[in-house]
């Protein structure tokens, strides 16, 4: 069974710069999409970031774009979220999503699609 596990949550001042790390114990991230979700209390589930690791096509919320950066190591074992420009909105819980034999297109951003989820990390941004 997989399981990914996320790290890498914190505290960190506006402006800052964080990085989420997404593996799954015994797992390689072969032919998958892998996305990363946020989620404050009271709202839904919001789509950040998603990379497929078969084709490496990635995808972004605007709400992000040229802020936040995902990628995936060689071995395609973790992929990680560079969150730098940090502003208090960002604040959430996050979330890596994983959805096997998936290319991520088009429909990357919709939570229903995704099988496998974390637990989350918390990564609050204050002033």
């Known amino acids: 069974e997989v399981q990914p596990v996320e790290s890498g949550g914190g505290s960190v001042q506006v402006g800052g710069s964080v990085r989420l790390s997404c593996a799954a114990s015994?797992?390689?991230?072969?032919?998958?999409?892998v996305a990363w979700f946020r989620q404050v209390p009271g709202k839904e589930r919001e789509a950040v970031a998603a990379?497929?690791?078969?084709?490496?096509?990635?995808h972004y919320a605007d709400s992000v774009k040229g802020r936040f950066t995902i990628s995936q190591d060689n071995a395609k074992t973790t992929v990680y979220l560079q969150m730098s420009t940090l502003k208090p909105e960002d604040t959430a819980m996050y979330y890596c999503?994983?959805?096997?034999?998936?290319?991520?297109?088009?429909?990357?951003?919709?939570?229903?699609?995704?099988?496998?989820w974390g637990q989350g990390t918390q990564v609050t941004v204050s002033s």
């Open positions: 990379i497929s690791t078969g084709g490496r096509s990635i």
């Open positions: 999503a994983v959805e096997k034999l998936f290319s991520c297109s088009p429909n990357w951003f919709l939570a229903a699609l995704y099988n496998i």
């Open positions: 015994g797992y390689t991230f072969t032919r998958d999409c």
